[in-house]
């Protein structure tokens, strides 16, 4: 999933980008609310975490800013206001979801894969395909009941592929979901990433090249 995590606390953010890369996610990092409007205007993102008290552009401000911009994403909020009436005022301006610091890394990242399932159209909790079975929440892979290990992109590539039931997904597609705002488009990478996931998921060759259109798996 693409991720904007919007805290200003520099170490706190980096300490969430980090475990939420560890779940596979592509994660964008800001400061201010101000910047978090700009890059929700740019990046289709499936879930922000957001922290209520920011400078510039506070956090209700930008939590109303996603629901009446029409973005899909999905708000869970931070604050260190733990009150009934805080939780409440905070739903209240449209945040999906509301986590009081001090929190447990992992219960953020199970809620933000929560959220993200909720963005999207409904899933199977296992994707299957081709002979490829994939559990997100394990982040397991096995083709015909072989474990296939593969790196954070690596998933994240084949996840976005199965989750298209078969139709062609972009490389700005994938860049989307699976790189964050500091992939260069012109490395190559996703042709890389294909390139391994093909070699890692063995014969016969199953990610198809469509020309002019993507990769997809028939």
């Not at 200003?8 to 980096?14: G, N, S, T, Y």
């Not at 805080?86 to 890394?105: E, I, Q, S």
């Not at 892979?141 to 954070?152: E, I, K, M, N």
Request: net charge negative; glycine share 8%.
């Amino acid at each position: 999933m693409r991720v904007l995590v919007v805290e200003d606390e520099p170490k706190l953010a980096d300490a969430i980008a980090e475990w939420l890369r560890g779940e596979a996610h592509a994660v964008d990092v800001v400061h201010d609310g101000a910047a978090a409007i700009e890059r929700i205007g740019v990046n289709d993102y499936d879930v922000v975490v957001l922290d209520r008290d920011l400078p510039a552009v506070h956090g209700d401000e930008v939590c109303r800013h996603v629901g009446e911009c029409g973005a899909d994403a999905r708000v869970l909020m931070l604050t260190a206001a733990a009150e009934v009436a805080d939780r409440v005022d905070g739903l209240g301006l449209g945040a999906d979801d509301y986590l009081t610091k001090p929190f447990a890394f992992a219960e953020l990242a199970a809620r933000v894969q929560a959220l993200g399932r909720r963005a999207r159209p409904a899933a199977p909790p296992v994707l299957r395909r081709a002979g490829i079975s994939l559990d997100p929440a394990r982040r397991e892979v096995f083709r015909d009941g072989r474990y296939v290990p593969l790196s954070r992109k690596e998933f994240a590539v084949l996840t976005e592929l199965l989750r298209a039931d078969g139709a062609a997904v972009s490389a700005e597609q994938l860049l989307e979901k699976a790189w964050d705002e500091h992939a260069d488009p012109f490395t190559g990478a996703v042709r890389l990433a294909v390139l391994k996931l093909r070699r890692k998921l063995g014969e016969p060759p199953i990610v198809e090249t469509v020309t002019g259109a993507g990769y997809r798996i028939a």
